[in-house]
């Protein structure tokens, strides 16, 4: 069959578009499931652009050639509203899970689709007036349109190079650098403050233009290329969402629209942003009921008063949702654009793709002596703000903003309108938490061990305020998929805000016990009771039960100030602060990771490391090298024997700690370095170590002596060794002793000697040697290191010994870690292994089938976080050897299925069956017998039950 010509395409795409909305021509909500699939699997096509875009002077070349730019969608989720974003303007999806959802993880949609629109006045090739309307809807918008003449998309499509091409498919995510272009990876996240500034919790960006709009005989461009249509207006696309309590049910939705430097001047304006909610559910939106604030630009909806919804929940639990344009007070008026139209049409008596309709929508109708807009009640409208009307000259930009907010009820919803207008007060800053740990986790026998890396937590600096207020840490657990993490916490309403943590771990410093300020109305956050950072959790819950999935999150909180309460990160279960475990019994046979021995490899440091098993699972077969650097600060480095750096750079080693409390996690380890925080005497390694000498030492530091650290010996000869410094009234002579600092090769330390009489040049009582950090002048007492006094025996039954030939005497000092002294470690690791020969066949008897019997339901069927729907159905095989084949059968003796399991040592103990039958259909209720064959082991029958 020979290939289709590509000028073919955009006509069977019409005829496509025609058959589907021919006949009735009915909205899409109408549509049926064929009808609309087919649409869809058109329109979601990827076809990769042949053109490039400039991203500095945001121009498209003249002539532009090649198929449109590949359509992507993310899901934005750094709050409680979830919503699906598309890189050609549509906020939510028709007939799509999730589209727009609020609270995160109940699964309740609140809205069908929302998207921003645009439209001028301008006089078209042949000297008509025509108002051209560029949309961003899937839902009646160009994009669908049957009477399309060309097959081109006349609205807003993405340009290219801002978001990663294939494998991934998302919109570029602030808090998902895999969805970031590979430029974007080296520079930083494009913040609207500059590179790598993140303002918000979770952003997104983008931008689109209107180029294949060519609906009419209007050609943007000065020279008139016929390849560029719609105005000529290229709009930038950013999206913000807060995690802190006050700002957890906004989304934020900033456009900058700019009209190419080449393209002719608009003199009649006019944007907007059309929406269309759905309450209580995608197929509950025609009874929803309107309210029109306007002293908050924001019109407002909610499910009709006691009636039902596609949940099965309390009318009172479906919430409010808010649609607002936003302002920001004191702002210049031309930067951002103010509210002058709203209206509010049925559903179907207006589409997007009918541009001298939207034009009409977008009427200014504001004015102070305009009355309110009437809204239809129970019915299902479109909400469509407006704002104009203004010009455009090129290379202008106009700014827009709008807001999407939630609310248990009116009145919260009120409340998150005015903490939106503050935050666009601030120019859509706010206070944010720290940056989340990096969170692990370990399966263990009904047990869980998490640990988490903080570095980026502890050194966080809010952007807002300018401070590192980073407290602690909380830890939550989820056993639904995310939905909830604990016990509800909620305000003096009923309404939950926050959840119960399994532990909170804070600094110890001046901030603890319940915050002064309200983080909800009635609620204020408790910062822990000064127990101490910690990187480990273990959750050892009775109610943990092997085989059952659970989500572990941690938190990083900060400690908020005397008008702010403290916030802590969101939990999303597809982020870095989140990990899901299963907890199991070990595979048999399991031999779990080691620490084979951790060794000072070359140095004289008295500081300790503390070294821990976390994750038996990550631990390698491995020596690692631990070296120190004194540049900038004291710091060290960890690497491989094959040369790979685990860490490379430590921050600064000081006073028993690490940058304050932490701990460093590396492939499994937890490493805790004890420096020295003092020079002390070591009074177990001061002696005399060789010859016949028994003076008494008094080594001491005093009073404005230098700081220096060491193990030292004084070496005692009949000859001249060595000769004294000249100082503190002691001249310079010869000397029949030297001192050497053997934690630096044996260097010479020069020394000042202090006579008492006795035998010329040779240490007797009372003499006192000083020991010199160097001798250049002047001598003080800021070059004296330490002083030995040596005395006879305290006892005076003991006859005094002098030092004489080859005695010597050796002293040290605490040694704080040091690269001069050539402080190195290492550390030997094993990893975990399977040992097949310790397994017996009698350890075969305890594997089991659960839950048995299965009755419609197990535990381990969980939902995921956007899942709808039954959902999978899952019994376990629990206490498995690592390699095994299973094989299901009735009663009768029919073979099922075979099941080969070749376990990891990560939940290597059970495999999961999904109760199909090998030619993928669903298993009748019944008795089943299972068979266990463990090569080299043995084998074992069981038997197990389905009841339905």
């Keep these: 069959m020979k290939k289709m010509h590509r000028s073919y395409i955009p006509i069977i795409f019409i005829?496509?578009?025609?058959?589907?909305?021919?006949?009735?021509?009915?909205?899409?909500?109408?549509?049926?499931?064929?009808?609309?699939?087919?649409?869809?699997?058109?329109?979601?096509?990827?076809?990769?652009?042949?053109?490039?875009?400039?991203?500095?002077?945001?121009?498209?070349?003249?002539?532009?050639?090649?198929?449109?730019?590949?359509?992507?969608?993310g899901i934005m989720q750094g709050n409680r509203i979830v919503a699906r974003i598309a890189n050609f303007g549509s906020i939510g999806a028709p007939r799509r899970f999730p589209s727009v959802v609020w609270p995160k993880g109940t699964g309740r949609s609140v809205g069908y689709e929302f998207g921003p629109i645009v439209g001028a006045e301008v006089e078209d090739r042949n000297g008509n007036i025509v108002r051209i309307v560029s949309d961003a809807m899937i839902d009646g918008g160009e994009r669908q349109n049957p009477n399309n003449p060309t097959g081109n998309v006349m609205g807003w499509e993405p340009l290219p190079g801002f978001a990663a091409e294939r494998p991934n498919e998302s919109v570029a995510i602030s808090s998902r650098p895999e969805s970031w272009p590979p430029a974007w990876r080296e520079e930083g996240w494009p913040g609207r403050r500059g590179t790598g500034v993140i303002t918000a919790d979770e952003e997104f960006y983008y931008v689109m233009d209107d180029r294949w709009n060519d609906e009419f005989e209007y050609y943007p461009l000065q020279n008139e290329a016929d390849s560029v249509r719609g105005l000529g207006i290229i709009m930038s696309v950013r999206g913000y969402q807060f995690a802190a309590g006050p700002a957890q049910d906004i989304i934020f939705l900033l456009y900058e629209l700019t009209l190419r430097e080449d393209a002719k001047p608009l003199d009649k304006v006019a944007v907007g942003m059309l929406g269309d909610p759905h309450m209580g559910g995608p197929a509950n939106f025609a009874d929803d009921y309107y309210g029109f604030d306007r002293p908050r630009n924001m019109v407002y909806t909610y499910d009709k008063p006691g009636s039902t919804n596609d949940y099965g929940v309390p009318w009172s639990e479906i919430g409010y949702l808010g649609f607002m344009f936003i302002e920001p007070p004191?702002?210049?008026?031309?930067?951002?654009?103010?509210?002058?139209?709203?209206?509010?049409?049925?559903?179907?008596?207006?589409?997007?793709?009918?541009?001298?309709?939207?034009?009409?929508?977008?009427?200014?109708?504001?004015?102070?002596?305009?009355?309110?807009?009437?809204?239809?009640?129970?019915?299902?409208?479109l909400l469509i703000f407006g704002s104009g009307y203004f010009s455009l000259e090129p290379g202008q930009t106009q700014k827009f903003a709008i807001a999407i907010l939630c609310g248990f009820d009116l009145q919260h919803l009120q409340q998150n309108s005015d903490v939106a207008l503050r935050i666009a007060e601030l120019d859509f800053q706010f206070a944010r938490p720290p940056e989340p740990p990096t969170v692990y986790g370990v399966p263990g026998d009904q047990k869980v061990t998490i640990y988490w890396d903080g570095t980026r937590s502890e050194n966080s600096i809010d952007p807002f305020t300018g401070v590192k207020d980073f407290e602690g840490f909380r830890v939550y657990r989820s056993e639904d998929g995310g939905v909830t993490w604990g016990k509800p916490i909620t305000d003096n309403r009923g309404n939950q805000v926050m959840w119960e943590p399994l532990a909170i771990f804070d600094l110890d410093n001046e901030w603890s016990g319940t915050h002064p300020v309200e983080s909800a109305p009635g609620i204020h956050f408790y910062l822990g009771e000064n127990s101490g950072l910690e990187y480990m959790f273990v959750d050892s819950s009775l109610s943990l039960r092997n085989g059952v999935r659970y989500h572990y999150g941690v938190t990083a909180f900060d400690h908020g100030d005397t008008n702010l309460a403290p916030l802590e990160n969101a939990l999303n279960i597809d982020a870095i602060n989140v990990v899901e475990v299963t907890p199991n019994s070990p595979p048999l046979g399991f031999q779990s990771a080691t620490i084979d021995s951790l060794e000072h490899t070359s140095g004289s440091a008295t500081g300790t490391f503390h070294l821990n098993v976390l994750d038996p699972f990550a631990l390698k077969d491995e020596i690692y090298r631990v070296t120190f650097h004194s540049e900038p600060e004291k710091h060290f480095i960890i690497t491989t024997t094959a040369g790979d750096t685990v860490i490379s750079n430590s921050g600064t080693v000081r006073n028993f700690q690490i940058n304050g409390e932490r701990k460093y996690i590396f492939n499994g380890l937890e490493l805790e370095v004890d420096d020295e925080n003092a020079i002390l005497l070591i009074p177990s390694q001061t002696s005399w170590i060789q010859g016949s000498a028994n003076l008494h030492l008094t080594i001491e530091r005093l009073s404005g002596f230098a700081t220096d650290a060491g193990k030292y010996e004084i070496i005692f000869s009949d000859d001249y060794i060595d000769n004294s410094v000249a100082a503190f009234g002691s001249s310079a002579r010869p000397i029949r002793f030297t001192v050497r600092d053997v934690s630096r090769d044996n260097v010479r330390i020069p020394i000042v000697y202090l006579r008492d009489g006795g035998e010329p040049d040779r240490i007797g009582h009372d003499d006192r040697i000083l020991l010199l950090k160097d001798e250049t002048l002047p001598i003080n007492v800021g070059k004296v290191l330490w002083q030995i006094t040596f005395r006879n025996p305290a006892d005076a039954n003991i006859s005094p010994v002098n030092p004489s030939d080859g005695d010597i005497v050796q002293f040290t000092s605490s040694i704080p870690f040091n690269e001069t002294k050539q402080d190195i470690y290492t550390i030997y690791t094993k990893s975990s292994y399977i040992e097949t020969q310790q397994v017996t066949r009698s350890m075969l008897n305890d594997i089991k089938v659960v839950p048995n019997p299965y009755l419609t339901a197990s535990q381990f069927e969980l939902p995921t976080e956007f899942r709808t729907g039954r959902g999978e159905r899952v019994i376990k095989f629990i206490n498995l050897p690592a390699m095994c084949t299973i094989r299901i059968y009735t009663v009768a003796g029919e073979h099922v299925i075979t099941l080969d399991h070749s376990g990891t040592l990560w939940g290597g103990s059970e495999r999961s069956w999904n109760l199909l039958?090998?030619?993928?259909?669903?298993?009748?209720?019944?008795?089943?017998?299972?068979?266990?064959?463990?090569?080299?082991?043995?084998?074992?029958i069981g038997r197990f039950a389905i009841i339905k």
């Design 15 to 73: 005829l496509l578009l025609t058959l589907i909305a021919s006949g009735q021509e009915k909205p899409m909500k109408e549509w049926s499931d064929r009808e609309y699939n087919e649409w869809a699997r058109e329109f979601y096509r990827h076809r990769q652009a042949g053109w490039s875009f400039d991203k500095a002077s945001m121009t498209l070349p003249p002539s532009v050639s090649g198929a449109i730019y590949r359509k992507t969608e």
């Design 330 to 381: 004191g702002a210049d008026p031309r930067e951002w654009l103010p509210l002058t139209s709203f209206r509010a049409p049925i559903y179907g008596s207006v589409s997007a793709s009918q541009d001298e309709r939207m034009w009409e929508m977008l009427i200014p109708n504001l004015g102070p002596d305009d009355p309110d807009p009437f809204i239809q009640q129970e019915s299902d409208n």
């Design 917 to 940: 039958n090998k030619d993928g259909l669903d298993v009748a209720p019944g008795l089943y017998i299972f068979h266990v064959d463990a090569p080299g082991i043995g084998e074992t």
